[in-house]
């Protein structure tokens, strides 16, 4: 098989990306997850990445999603630096226009997670607060999910605080 043949139909991106991160989501969500499975998790969602950016539907919030679930897999995974990392590429590329406010709040909110786990309070604390901002511009079905991934990570930093 040459190597043309082996390549994705720029129509088969979106079906990957959207099957790799509903996989990572999977092992992001497992309460006691392997060293093997961690490692699946990181490598899903990397795939998940290249194919939504090969994707000719791809947007804008379809990339800060993305590196919002990278940030938040490094974070679960315990490697604060990467964590950071992708929280911030999000946080860039969730300041265009075509970013809502919700997308705009999670990229605080990874960054925060990513500081938390750093042990840096202050920015935890900065992004945490960035996040809550954006809060009034986010719908109530979005916002509760915001507010209880916001909620967790007062409760963390306060948790280290004392």
Same mark, same amino acid.
């Given at each position: 098989?040459? $190597?043309?043949?082996?390549? *994705?139909?720029?129509? $088969?991106?979106?079906?990957?990306? %959207? $099957?790799?991160? /509903?996989? !990572?989501?999977?092992?992001?969500?497992?309460?006691?997850?392997?060293?093997?499975?961690?490692?699946?998790?990181?490598?899903? @969602?990397?795939?998940?990445?290249?194919?939504?950016?090969?994707?000719? #539907? @791809? !947007?804008? !919030?379809?990339?800060?999603?993305?590196?919002?679930?990278?940030?938040? &897999?490094?974070? &679960?995974?315990?490697?604060?630096?990467?964590?950071?990392?992708?929280?911030?590429? @999000?946080?860039?590329?969730?300041?265009?226009?075509? %970013?809502? *406010?919700?997308?705009?709040?999670?990229?605080? #909110?990874?960054?925060?997670?990513?500081? %938390?786990?750093?042990?840096? /309070?202050?920015?935890?604390?900065?992004?945490?607060?960035?996040?809550? $901002?954006?809060?009034?511009? &986010?719908?109530?079905? /979005?916002?509760?999910?915001?507010?209880?991934?916001?909620?967790?990570?007062? #409760?963390? &930093?306060?948790?280290?605080?004392?």
């Amino acid at each position: 098989m040459s $190597e043309q043949e082996k390549k *994705p139909e720029a129509s $088969e991106h979106k079906k990957l990306g %959207v $099957e790799y991160f /509903n996989k !990572t989501w999977t092992l992001l969500d497992k309460e006691d997850r392997k060293e093997s499975e961690k490692e699946m998790m990181i490598h899903l @969602c990397h795939a998940s990445m290249w194919h939504w950016m090969n994707a000719p #539907e @791809c !947007t804008t !919030t379809n990339l800060s999603i993305g590196y919002w679930q990278l940030s938040r &897999v490094y974070a &679960v995974a315990g490697e604060p630096a990467n964590a950071i990392k992708y929280g911030n590429i @999000c946080l860039q590329i969730s300041q265009h226009d075509s %970013v809502g *406010p919700f997308f705009k709040a999670y990229a605080h #909110e990874a960054i925060a997670r990513a500081a %938390v786990l750093g042990g840096d /309070n202050e920015q935890a604390l900065n992004h945490l607060q960035k996040a809550n $901002e954006l809060m009034p511009q &986010v719908d109530e079905q /979005n916002g509760a999910l915001l507010i209880k991934d916001l909620e967790q990570l007062i #409760e963390a &930093v306060n948790d280290s605080a004392s």
